[in-house]
């Protein structure tokens, strides 16, 4: 799966276990189609050992962490994947849209929740399914949380 076209933010709304199970999923495509040494994958908070893939991913306690950030927030020229498997506060929102924007190095970001200025919103709904906004494509997601009921 090439994520390179999101060209920034991907913001999965609405149930927030389905929303998790989506972001999984894109990240397990992600992962498949790219070598895990062609992919810098930076996962982010509580859920971050949750993320598949090989040891090689960064898995950092706070967005702040993250290594392509210096300074107060100021991004820096690496590109890459960042994954957020929980809703981001006001500051975190901040700084994801800083690494996805245009000085921010070309990262891509998947979150659970909103980011003002994402390029893509998509809705989560807690029968299991996401409807992918102007995609026009409403998809099934597998079930991956185990904090997520049986439906």
Do not use: C, F
């Amino acid at each position: 799966m090439n994520l390179a076209r999101i060209g920034g933010v991907l913001s999965v709304l609405g149930d927030p276990a389905v929303a998790r199970d989506a972001v999984l999923a894109l990240v397990d495509g992600v992962l498949e189609a790219a070598p895990a040494a062609r992919t810098v994958l930076v996962a982010v908070g509580p859920g971050a050992g949750d993320l598949p893939g090989p040891p090689a991913v960064l898995r950092v306690r706070t967005v702040r962490q993250i290594p392509a950030l210096r300074g107060a927030g100021t991004p820096q020229a690496t590109a890459g994947l960042v994954v957020l498997l929980h809703r981001p506060d006001a500051e975190e929102a901040r700084l994801l849209a800083a690494l996805a924007g245009p000085k921010g190095g070309g990262w891509t970001v998947l979150t659970v929740g909103h980011v003002p200025g994402a390029h893509w919103l998509w809705y989560a709904a807690a029968d299991g399914t996401v409807d992918a906004g102007v995609l026009g494509h409403r998809v099934v997601v597998p079930v991956r949380s185990s904090a997520r009921r049986r439906l």
